[in-house]
């Protein structure tokens, strides 16, 4: 491999005198030593600390509501007909009935939650056009592959959306109701639009261009998911941009979950009018549900959950107790290696050859 | 050799049992369809390269397992992972390794261009016309010129030569340099270069089939109805040059492919290195464990499709009815796609690359570099680098390798007085060096300005005419068979058999005693500027018995004396009553010289009685004439004769060693290195040699001598050394364990204290007998040093094979010449000395480079180094990309085992590839624990590499666990913080994209992290390549996720936003932090621990360089250690009978232009070649290159001994 230089003469084959070819470039070598190590773990225990402590108090600061709904109230009627298929067009509403004992301040934010429901298996999750729902002519009518077998319904006409995804969307609706302690009952305000990622809602899902047409002839040719009532353009009566694959509920539901238990946002309070502008008051609520998603099939539970947030989210426990453990963790292990390194180590006796 | 010739026999489809062919008959000899000279080393062309490289290439298990992946990638209900992330890398790996090989192949090509259109002229249709050689075929008469290259396998016919003889050189062939001698039939030589003759010429051959014997040819030729036999002298091989012969002419027997260099140029065998055996057992395992896996997954699979995927249906509703059984198949293939990253492709490829560069700092290294040969280093193999740190038994050539082959008359001991050493003026001796101050010959013309003395008082003495001195030096001029040459007036030049001669002689001649020609009777010296002429009337040769030779001239004065030189013991046997104090004083002197590795020789003369010596001359002609026991009837008269002698003194050579070999052994016995000296030099030769640079040392508990005779003996003499190295024997357990195929393993015996063993050749040829073998193996493994003696070329190789056979240890050879090419070939590493002797050794080792001393370097810090970072290479890739897999199978117990991905389709096809790549290449090529010096200064940190403890089955399963564990935390750590959690502003943070994301952010830290830990050595490169690859991971990811690309292709970029929506949460980042914490936790501390409680000896030389804060001062340079020994050097002249018979019987003949000066003629025809055995023994004092090309070759000792039928006596 001796390479052949332009040189000549008697050196000419000796190779270069350069730090990198005589590996001798300047370099940084550290070294697992006691002044290193020992300070390190005590100054990571201490932030760990901190950092528990301080997290543990923000997650303390939120409040949250469950409600497991499945067969809670009058819901068992309805959890019973949905057991059945032929039902499926059936309208079933029920009411749950639920105190809040200490008022919910600030952002109250309001979400439906299924358990055991894997939107997180392989083929479900494949089974999507998103060049479809961001408006793609040719794949609107055209569905990918992917789709199977949602692609086409019993007349060959494409779906649309198509896929198990969409098909498979959660089709309860709530209204939620304020029985204050005095005076009558005030539906509880949510807002149900803006509860998606901006980039979802913005740049990911798009109705096909209209060209001055109405949303549903852009849709027509196609034909709804077959679980569905009704069809993509006509998803929210009360707002028409509101509709296609620029649902809100359609676009939450899209982004599908990592875990068979989640939640998702379903609206938040509006903090207008009195008597909600601090949040949700305590005393008595009933829940007004449109019982249509069948879990019984896949023994899953449905529940509500009012939740209010901090900058570090909802209430989620873990990361503040994880690093609490962590922490007395490190610090077990620094006074352990402490002690090693004073009875061993310290004076680099066992360094000696 | 045999392999490779049967493999021929079996690509044709009949075997050819015998060659026929008729001289000038193109038509007859293209009936048998021989191969044309035109060869073929290319293995493509344009149209075949891409398919025959790529089934090559799928021919690697690791590519065509991918291409398996491929496959099942295709089946759409198996396809868990889009193509792309396979063929991605794949195609990466196919382009690089297709690219090499086709610059490769190009190279090939050009060179097979340039050799096929080289011209020659050939006889066609009765006139020479020039042809390219591939035009050449089997039959043809063509014609060469002085320097040209043998066109193919020739008979020769004629040269321009008288007798018909031609020079070759044959250094490409077999490697060695000196010139060889062919000799055509005189019935063709008649032929002369009358191209009407030729052409008329129509002999017919049959011979051999082609083969790759390059020493034996037999055929005969059939020329106007008589038969003559042909052999190999009258072949002219392919790969030779034609020196000294104007022309010749030959008929093509062998061409192209056929010819026997071709046939020699068959592939080595493939030598791979420890690792790489190890790494094929792991991917095996791996295999088993992939499938272990899948099998789980795919299990759960079939439980989790019965009792809930069947209730799920109602949303996904399985394709064409499948049960969960069927299921469960898919899913089984289908997480063997996900799963695939723990056999990483890029493995390979980085493994390669890694090789590479390290064989590229070889080549780079100055300090490997000899600027005398301007010789670099030069890694011939890139494939065995680690291995170089892994080397347990260094088995050395002896001459050429530890010493140069060079002879220097360096002390003296005349009349009782001592000559060589200086003194200063306290009366100190001091150590000579190339500083001292040299002796003046300028009183001398015909001085030889290359050789060196130090003592001033040899001249003074010379000069003082001292009859003792000046008789020592007469001895020296008149007793030896070197023949001179003067090309020009005072120009002289000595070739010796033997180097040991051709320093004797230098050293006369520069001290006044001038050996200037010889003719069969009578040797001209010229004596203190006057010429005078010995009448030489016997020379009683040397040989291995009498390790003496004597010389009986009569002195122009008219004075009958003989000259005797040889062994101090024979001497010492033969010498008058008369000098016993001069032998007391003289021994003392001898055991000295002995002492410093001299190679010592006594000298003694005698005056003779003129009646009496022609009485003995009578008697001497009768025994020679005597056709029954002729030589021990000679023994006797010698014996008779050289009795009586009176002692002038001793001299004592220097076998030079090379620089630094002494230490350089040292270096590596304290590196736990056992090193073989295999050797054809005699038992006392080598012995000293093996005092002279360490290998063997007076602090040694015992040297143990072998030299028995019989099987027996051998046996008992083993026996004996290794009883009394280690009384206690417990031979009832041996300790060796079973390897498959039924091999032993024996495993090292511990002794107390250093032993050392000599083994002759003949015992040795007992020792390497089957039933012997092990009896011999466990003794030698038990001494430090181990010294075989007259070993032949095959031997070495077998001493080799047994220690590879049964030691489960690595091996390297060492040594410059033809003679070792066998061992370099058989150990797991070969290495040539390079710039000595011919190119053979060189050419079949895998590195090579101009000193012994370089090896030191090759092993401490090259290979030490490789083998780190091989090491740490391995540990740290199995651990990234077993981490990385591990979490898929986390995953699937969440994910209704239906082989779900948990990250993006992009980040697992760039993973390996853009993410993780540089940082660990970077680490494998510039880590280093500790730098050069201080890997010079404590050898003992090789020794972890001989105990394969960097990277072994156990350290491989450690990586396993250690992912395992980090698997876990980056799988359950981000999963617990994520499943029920939003974002700051409520929307959805627990979304699949964006646990995958986080996830792969996680497991990239933590990953990163973890190479900083391994990392010992961060240059700025380094530093560069982790930041960079970092960067490069967030830089890849917005761009992937950004709305561009989405739009550009929603399906393959489906991950729009996620990036951006949960690279800005607190809690996304406080996952990563904790992840990350937890990840190294365990690593620092157990690394902390252990070396706090049981540091390695990396940890204790890292410790002392912090300590240090810089290179240590270095190393004293050791004085040569004095020795007041016993022991004698023998008589050490050449190994093969002397061939004073040559000088004296008048058979050789002298070129033309010394033939006049001698006034000897040309009286005869030659008969025969002669070839001396072993060495060229070209005398070369110091600094001159043997190697270096000379366009006009010199005449060498060959063409002067054309040997005449013409007997004397």
Known sequence: ?353 | MTFWTGMDCFRKKERELERKLRANDREYNLSFKYATNAIKTSKYNPFTFLPLNLFEQFQRIANAYFLFLLVLQVIPQISSLSWFTTVVPLVLVLTVTAAKDATDDINRHRSDNQVNNRKVQVLIDRKLRSEKWMDVQVGDIIRLENNQFVTADLLLLSSSEPLNLVYIETAELDGETNLKVRQALTVTGDLGEDSEKLADFNGEVRCEPPNNRLDRFTGTLTYVGQKYPLDNEKILLRGCTLRNTEWCFGLVLFAGPETKLMQNSGKTTFKRTSIDRLMNVLVLCIFGFLAFMCTILAIGNCIWEMNEGSQFMIFLPRQDGNNAAFSAFLTFWSYVIILNTVVPISLYVSVEIIRLGNSFYIDWDRKMYFARYDTPAEARTTTLNEELGQIKYIFSDKTGTLTQNIMTFNKCSINGKSYGDVYDYTGQRLEITEHTETVDFSFNPLADPRFMFHDHALVEAVKLEDPEVHAFFRLLALCHTVMAEEKKEGELFYQAQSPDEGALVTAARNFGFVFRSRTPDSVSIVEMGEQRSYELLAILDFNNVRKRMSVIVRSPEGKLCLYCKGADTIIYERLHQSCSKLMDVTTEHLNEFAGEGLRTLALAYKNLDEEYFNQWKQRHHEASTELDNQESKLDELYEEIEKDLLLLGATAIEDKLQDGVPQTIEQLSKANIKIWVLTGDKQETAENIGYSCNLLREEMNDVFIVSGNSPEDVRQELRNARTSMKPVEDSMFLPERTLGKGVKVIADELVNGEYGLVINGHSLAYALEGSMELEFLRTACMCKAVICCRVTPLQKAQVVELVKKYKQAVTLAIGDGANDVSMIKAAHIGVGISGQEGMQAVLSSDYSFAQFRFLQRLLLVHGRWSYLRMCKFLRYFFYKNFTFTFVHFWYGFFCGFSAQTVYDEWFITLYNLVYTALPVLGMSLFDQDVNDVWSFQHPQLYIPGQLNLYFSKKAFFNCALHSCYSSMVLFFIPYAAMHNTVRDDGKDVADYQSFALLTQTCLLFAVTIQLGLEMSYWTAVNTFFVMGSLAMYFAVTFTMYSNGMFLLLPSAFPFLGTARNSLNQPNIWLTILLTSILCVLPVVTYRFLLIQLCPTINDKVMFKVRRAKATPAPPPLRTRIRRTSSRRSGYAFSHAQGYGHLVTSGRFLRRPALSASSGFANIGRTTTGFSPMGRSAGYSPTGRPQNAKVPDVEVTSLQMYRTIRDPVF
């Open chain 1, 1 to 353: 491999m001796g390479k052949v230089k332009g040189k000549s003469g008697p050196l000419a084959r000796r190779p270069d005198n350069s730090a990198f070819k005589q590996q001798r470039l300047p370099a940084w070598s550290p070294m697992l030593t006691a002044n290193t190590v020992l300070p390190f773990f005590y100054l990571m225990a201490l932030i760990c600390m901190l950092l528990g402590v301080w997290l543990l108090l923000t997650v303390q600061s939120t409040q949250e509501i469950k409600l497991d709904y499945t067969e809670a109230g009058t819901c068992d009627i309805c959890f019973e007909k949905r057991k059945n298929v032929s039902n499926a067009a059936q309208t079933c509403t029920c009411t749950v009935v639920f105190p809040i004992k200490k008022a919910l301040k600030g952002d109250v934010f309001f979400y439906y939650g299924l358990q055991n429901f894997h939107q997180n298996l392989r083929r479900y999750m494949d089974s999507r056009d998103d060049g479809q729902m961001v408006g793609r002519k040719t794949n609107l009518k055209n569905p990918s592959s992917y789709c199977e077998p949602f692609t086409k319904n019993q007349n060959g006409l494409p779906i649309a959306p198509c896929g198990a995804v969409a098909n498979s969307i959660f089709n309860d609706s709530f209204t939620l109701t304020y029985h204050g302690s005095s005076g009558p009952s005030i539906r509880v305000p949510l807002l149900r639009k803006g509860i998606t990622w901006y980039t979802d809602k913005n740049v990911k899902y798009r109705n096909p261009k209209n060209d001055n047409m109405t949303l549903a002839q852009v849709f027509e040719g196609t034909a709804q998911p077959l679980y569905w009532q009704k069809p993509v353009y006509e998803l929210d009566p009360l707002d028409p941009t509101n509709n296609g694959f620029i649902n809100d509920d359609l676009i939450v539901w899209m982004r599908e979950a990592a875990f068979p238990n989640f939640k998702k946002l379903y609206g938040v309070l509006y903090r207008a009018s009195q008597p909600f502008t601090k949040g949700l008051p305590a005393g008595n609520y009933t829940i007004n549900i449109s019982y249509n998603f069948p879990v019984q099939y896949f023994q899953g539970r449905k529940e509500v959950v009012l939740t209010t947030l901090t900058w570090f989210g909802g209430q989620n426990h873990f990361l503040p107790v994880a690093y609490l453990v962590t922490s007395c963790l490190i610090l077990l292990i620094a006074i352990l290696l402490t002690v090693a390194w004073w009875k061993f180590g310290k004076n680099g006796k066992r360094m000696e050859e």
